[in-house]
């Protein structure tokens, strides 16, 4: 059985995986090896290199690993057509992502910005103001793992937490639950709303600008999922017409963000460049799902860990 990875991990974990399943040949290669794809059995990747002109070469390709919680830009549709099984990371992300999500909600309450700006220009400045997130409410659209860890941190700090997913069905450490048919009437309740959405056609331009009208002068904004959930040109006029408070944007429609976007100039906009999954551990979890499925792979057991839905597309 031959595994094509198309990045590499460290000497050591390659080392690991020898070792692990010595009856395997590993295959590890910085970007994708057309050659090798045509003859491996499992094929290892972030998802960002498969395309369709490589499905139509493979012959042996059985399971695509990809070491990411995105597939929005592999070809699913001929993937399924083939009877190749897919899997990804799915719930790796939660720890880091809530960190930074919680790190922001907390720096723009406790005007950590100023504070560091005051002490730059060396000024002495006490009438800083400063809001307690105890009593609020968090929006989490999208309360999957993710979510649910970004609920449980916030209920610690005394928040109550509204999940709003597709079906509006109760999820892990949310307080109360609606439906993106709902999603308007919630809206205006919450003081923070968070988005932690695939990139899917049910997905795609779910907010829009008529919602940012809605939602409190004083909310937070908070894009962690895709880009496309909401355009960009509505996110820039409801925060030029201040419509709400902040707006921290990990991902964006397009990628990287243009030099000469308006966001880069913009007071009441944070933008961190899709980074929030980064951690010196994100590889080593990844390789830990895979050599789990791995095993149960070569036993003959194809009840995978975060099995795609590949006609969903998560």
């Given at each position: 059985m031959?595994?094509?990875?198309?990045?590499?991990?460290?000497?050591?974990?390659?080392?690991?995986?020898l070792e692990e399943f010595p009856e395997v040949e590993?295959?590890?290669?910085?970007?994708l090896d057309e050659n090798e794809l045509k003859s491996a059995d499992i094929f290892v990747t972030y998802g960002e290199d498969i395309e369709l002109s490589h499905l139509e070469t493979v012959k042996l390709l059985k399971w695509i690993?990809?070491?990411?919680?995105?597939?929005e830009k592999m070809p699913l549709k001929e993937i399924a057509a083939r009877d190749i099984v897919v899997t990804n990371v799915r719930g790796i992300h939660k720890i880091p992502m809530a960190e930074s999500i919680i790190a922001h909600i907390l720096s723009i309450k406790k005007c950590l910005?100023?504070?560091a700006e005051n002490q730059k220009q060396k000024v002495w400045f006490r009438r800083v103001q400063s809001f307690e997130l105890h009593g609020s409410t968090a929006l989490i659209i999208g309360p999957g793992a993710i979510g649910g860890e970004v609920g449980r941190i916030l209920q610690a700090f005394g928040v109550k937490t509204i999940g709003c997913n597709r079906s509006g069905?109760?999820?892990?450490?949310?307080?109360e639950m609606t439906s993106f048919e709902q999603i308007a009437d919630v809206l205006p309740l919450a003081d923070i709303v968070i988005?932690?959405?695939?990139?899917t056609e049910e997905t795609k331009g779910l907010?829009?600008?008529?919602?940012?009208?809605?939602?409190?002068?004083?909310?937070?904004?908070?894009?962690?999922?895709?880009?496309?959930?909401?355009?960009e040109t509505d996110i820039l006029q409801a925060m030029q017409k201040e419509y709400i408070a902040y707006a921290v944007l990990d991902v964006f429609e397009n990628e990287p963000l243009g030099q000469d976007h308006p966001f880069w100039e913009m007071d009441n906009v944070i933008i961190s460049p899709h980074i929030s999954s980064h951690s010196s551990q994100y590889l080593v979890r990844a390789l830990e799902i895979f050599s789990n499925n791995l095993a149960l792979w070569l036993n003959g057991n194809k009840e995978l860990d975060n099995i795609i839905v590949l006609e969903k597309g998560y």
């Open positions: 031959k595994i094509l990875f198309s990045f590499l991990p460290k000497p050591e974990q390659q080392a690991n995986l590993f295959i590890f290669h910085k970007g690993m990809v070491a990411s919680a995105g597939l910005p100023l504070v069905h109760a999820a892990p450490y949310m307080d988005s932690i959405l695939p990139s907010l829009t600008y008529e919602h940012f009208k809605s939602m409190k002068p004083s909310a937070i904004f908070m894009n962690y999922g895709r880009g496309d959930v909401v355009k």
